[in-house]
């Protein structure tokens, strides 16, 4: 089955450091590009970068450059979303996606992340 | 960076209806890089159409999208109960500003 398989949620502090995981299987990882996209609580839909597992080139939206580091480990077919210093304004759903061009043709599930003091 | 409008914000209607959603562009969108995604509360979202009008694998004929430049629009031909969702549009032709209309809501009326 071709399928993204993202981590679980995490509740952390603000100030805590954090790295999600989205895992692609049924398909080959690194002809795709893999992107993350932030939806906050009852909000629509934000871009945040993406990157070729292939080469690692890594591509992010001007709004998240600097805010957030995306890499990944094409011998585990997986792809990465990490911070050093969360705030509360992180308090989110993060969405993997698989894209052929530069839409989405298959998303994870989501991750969860619930920043609080 | 292309800011994509899409109206209207909510769109009330019964089963069997015909629902028309806009997307509007800031900014000519070239080659038509315009998809439109449907999700549903709890759900991630869900590729409907790309390249403007190409329907997704497995995505109905009910759903079928329009338009060039600046003006899209996502058509249902005939609502049916599992259709009630969220729809975004989003445009990919500017790497790396790729954006995302905030969204039309189909409930039911």
């Known amino acids: 089955e071709v399928q993204l398989v993202q981590s679980g949620a995490e509740v952390k502090k603000p100030g805590e450091s954090l790295k999600i995981s989205c895992k692609g299987s049924g398909y080959s990882f690194t002809s795709y590009w893999i992107g993350w996209v932030r939806q906050m609580p009852g909000k629509g839909l934000e871009w945040m970068g993406v990157?070729?597992?292939?080469?690692?080139?890594?591509r992010y939206s001007p709004s998240f450059q600097g805010q957030v580091t995306i890499s990944v480990d094409k011998s585990i077919s997986t792809a990465y979303l990490q911070w050093t210093s969360l705030k509360a304004s992180d308090t989110a759903m993060y969405y993997c996606?698989?894209?052929?061009?530069?839409?989405?043709?298959?998303w994870g599930r989501g991750t969860l992340i619930t920043v609080s003091s | 960076e292309i800011v994509l409008t899409q109206s209207p914000g909510t769109l009330s209607l019964s089963p069997g209806e015909r629902a028309t959603l806009s997307c509007r562009a800031s900014?000519?969108?070239?080659?038509?890089?315009l998809a439109w995604y449907q999700q549903k509360p709890g759900q991630a979202p869900r590729l409907l159409i790309y390249?403007?009008?190409s329907r997704a694998t497995g995505i109905p004929d009910r759903f079928s999208g329009s338009g060039s430049g600046t003006d899209f629009t996502l058509t249902i031909s005939r609502l049916e109960p599992e259709d009630f969702a969220v729809y975004y549009c989003?445009?990919?032709?500017?790497?790396?500003?790729?954006?995302f209309g905030q969204g039309t809501k189909v409930d039911i009326k």
């Open positions: 996606g698989r894209l052929p061009h530069w839409y989405f043709d298959l």
């Open positions: 990157i070729h597992p292939g080469d690692s080139d890594t």
């Open positions: 989003q445009q990919y032709d500017r790497s790396p500003t790729w954006t």
């Open positions: 900014q000519s969108v070239t080659n038509n890089f």
């Open positions: 390249g403007a009008s």
